[in-house]
């Protein structure tokens, strides 16, 4: 049993196989949370301080995004910062800042920020801070330069200096995070985590050399949610995927596959937001950038819109009455092998000095209200035929992302549901009319 399974009941990775269905009793599958974590927040508000779910990108135009279905501009690069902080402000739009000593984000340079001594860092980000604080559209603070080394205590000092000076000069108490590279696991993020409000690292899976283990996805995930409930209790975490470099011909097809994988395997595993690297038309990505980037926006629609599924991955309560079986029985296998050997695998290839164990398929069940949420996600690259089992009898199911009608199994029989590579499938259970 994984740590992140400890902490996040009803995910799972490992193969169950029951000798017979039990049905879960009605009574208490559809009783409602004790508590709705929802109350008081404004409906229209960023989480933590509303129920909307942050949805973004960096380097954006945020009118077009937001449109689109994004919920937050993310943070810009050098003078785009300033300009988007401006139009975000003007337009009422939810934005992320760039904060450090530096006009701009920093400039993006260690070297530079460096020669700075520390108490000139703290002069300077808190005047901007300051200047910066009545601008009630920004919701979160990204601190620049990004991907400071955790080994480096001059680097640890500046982290510091500059979350303790955005927190001293923000009235409202924004969160504060630090973008950390692809290769970081929870050991690495221990001496980042104390600092920061928001735990994020890169889960770039193509980019990274994963790009048919997608479980890697959920690793990522689970690393962040570990460090943060070891080092900052009460810390978030987001997913963040990739939109920066055109695949091959043959693989454009999968892009929008790959994007709703990731997104949603994330937000399964824990994170609170997403945020990807980069809405930027990079001449990578020239050929399919309007692809991914629908792809993305697509999914904020169902997160923020309607069906409003941030709602439900925010305030649901995490259950596990339910239980998932494959005919393949397909184990978690080590990091750093392929999915396509790793179920024959008997030998362990670390990645990057990292370990741990990728997950083939994942569940979650959230009750919200008197409705359960029950989520799939397939992260091989083949078809997969899953028997979800455990439903209580005559409850009525609908596709979580649609609405349309899904015909129950008979009583005493598993739901059958065959997901394709990398699929993500969703249902809403709730009582019989």
């Known amino acids: 049993m994984t740590r992140l399974t400890r902490l996040l009941p009803g995910v799972l990775g490992l193969v169950t196989s029951l000798a017979a269905d039990t049905a879960a009793d ?3 599958f559809f009783q409602a949370p004790a508590v709705d974590r929802s109350v008081g927040l404004p409906a229209e508000g960023i989480w933590p301080k509303g129920q909307r779910l942050l949805w973004a990108g960096y380097s954006g135009v945020a009118e077009r995004d937001l449109k689109a279905g994004f919920s937050v501009a993310g943070p810009h690069y050098g003078g785009g910062n300033e300009v988007q902080l401006a139009a975000c402000e003007r337009l009422g739009l939810p934005v992320i800042a760039h904060i450090g ?30 200047a910066l604080a009545g601008n009630r559209t920004i919701v979160m603070w ?20 500059v979350t303790e000076a955005v927190r001293a000069a923000d009235p409202e108490r924004r969160p504060v995070f630090l973008y950390n590279p692809n290769h970081r696991d929870a050991a690495s993020l221990a001496a980042i985590v104390p600092h920061v409000d928001v735990v994020a690292k890169g889960c770039y899976a193509n980019a990274a050399g994963h790009k048919d283990n997608r479980a890697w996805i959920r690793w990522s995930v689970e690393q962040m949610v570990e460090a943060a ?15 920066c470099k055109d695949p091959e011909p043959a693989e454009r097809p999968l892009i929008r596959t790959w994007v709703r994988h990731d997104c949603y395997l994330g937000l399964m595993s824990g994170a609170k937001g ?5 809405l930027f038309p990079r001449k990578e990505v020239k050929a399919t950038w309007k692809t991914w980037h629908e792809a993305y ?33 397909r184990e978690p296998y080590p990091l750093g092998t392929s999915a396509r050997n790793a179920l024959e695998a008997t030998t362990s290839l670390p990645t ?10 994942t569940k979650v069940e959230l009750q919200l209200g008197e409705r359960r949420w029950v989520f799939l996600a397939n992260s091989l690259p083949e078809p997969t035929r899953f028997e979800l089992r455990g439903l209580p009898a005559g409850a009525a199911l609908a596709d979580a992302f649609t609405g349309a009608p899904v015909a129950a199994p008979a009583p005493g029989a598993p739901l059958v549901a065959e997901l394709g590579p990398w699929e993500i499938r969703a249902w809403v259970v709730s009582k019989s009319r």
């Open 229 to 243: 409930a070891k080092g900052r209790p009460g810390a978030w975490t987001l997913v963040m995927p990739e939109l």
């Open 352 to 361: 990057e000095g990292t370990r741990g164990v990728l997950h083939p398929w």
């Open 274 to 278: 997403m945020l990807t690297w980069s």
């Open 26 to 28: 009605p009574t208490t």
């Open 142 to 161: 990204a601190v620049g330069p990004e991907e400071l080394r955790p080994w480096r205590k001059d680097e640890m000092a500046y982290l510091r200096t």
């Open 101 to 130: 000593p530096f006009p701009g984000n920093v400039s993006g340079s260690w070297e530079a920020v460096s020669k700075l001594p520390l108490e000139e860092v703290r002069s300077r980000v808190t005047e901007r801070v300051r």
């Open 297 to 329: 926006a697509e999914c904020g629609r169902e997160i923020n819109g309607s069906p409003g599924l941030g709602r439900v991955f925010l305030f649901g309560e995490r259950r596990d009455d339910l239980s998932v079986a494959t005919r393949e029985r």
